[in-house]
C-alpha cells in the first residue's frame, strides 16, 4: 500500500488491544451471552460483546476520518456508513465466530479488510486477530502475508491421505449442510476441522495448516474478505464458487457465494465440489 496511505494496520492492531481487553473483562459465559435485544445489519441478534466490540473498532475509524481518511465501512452490525467514501472500502467483523466467544470456545477474531473497490479482487490490506491462540494473520497486497510479524512461506503445498486432502477445514457447519454435502466431501477429505469462525478456516489454509477449507453455504464478506488477502498472499488459491471470476464476489452484507480455499489448484478444484446448495 502507498506509504501515505492511512495507517491501517496501527488501527486494527489497537482495535485488536481494545477487543482484548474488553473481552477479558467479560470472561464468563453469563456475561457474553447476554443479547441487546436488536439484530445487526447482518441479521444475527446481537450480542452485547458485539455492540461493544463494533464500538472499539468504529472508535479508531473515527479517528482515521478525522486524520484525513475517506472511506465507506460495511460492518456486520452497522451496516454501511459513508466516510466521505472515495471509493475505499473497509469491511469489518468485529468479532468472526462470536458465537465461540460467548461460549468459551478459543476461536474467534476480529477481521478488518480495506478495499480500493468493491469487490473480493480489489482487497488490498487484510488482518485477522485471533483471540485464542493469540495470532496476528497480515497481509498487504503483492507483499506476502505474515504470522505474528513472521512472513508465511508460499511454496508449502498441500498433504494427501490415499489421494484426498489430509486435513480440511469446514466452516457453517449447520448439521443439515454437512449432511447434504457429506458424500462429496469424504471423497475429498481424510479428516475434517470445523472451528467455527471462517476468517480464522481461511487463515488455517494461509498458514498450511489446513490443506484446504469451504464453507457449505454462501458467505458473507464480512467473514472472508480479510482472510481471503492473506491466503493468496501465502500461496493459497481461493474462489468464491458462485462466479466465473472467482473473486468477484461484492464487498456488500448479502451472503452471495460458498467460499472455498485450498493450498494447490488441484485441492481448490476438488474442494469446489463440496457445497451441496448456493442457497442460505
Known sequence: MDPS???????SRR???GLRTMLAEHPTIAERVRETGTRGEGGDRTLEIDAAAEEIVFRELDALHSAG??????????????????????VVDPIDGSLNAKRGLPHHAVSIAVAEGPTMAD???????DFGPDEEWVAHRGHGARLNGMPL????????????????????ADPRWVVASADTLAGVAHRIRAIGTMASAICQVAGARFDGMVSLRNCRAVDAAAAQLIAREAGAHVAFIAY???LAAPLDLEPHS???AARTAQGLAELTRVPATMKT
Open 69 to 90: 481518511a475517506r472511506f465507506t465501512a460495511v460492518s456486520e452490525e452497522r451496516g454501511v456508513i459513508d466516510f466521505g467514501g472515495d471509493g475505499t472500502v473497509v
Open 153 to 172: 512461506d508460499g511454496t508449502l503445498g498441500e498433504r494427501r491421505v490415499k489421494g484426498r486432502l489430509e486435513v480440511v477445514g469446514v466452516e457453517s
Open 15 to 17: 482495535a485488536a488491544a
Open 244 to 246: 466465473d471470476d472467482p
Open 123 to 129: 482487497v488490498v490490506f487484510g488482518f485477522v486477530q
Open 258 to 260: 460458498p467460499v472455498v
Open 5 to 11: 496511505s492511512p495507517d491501517w494496520l496501527g488501527a
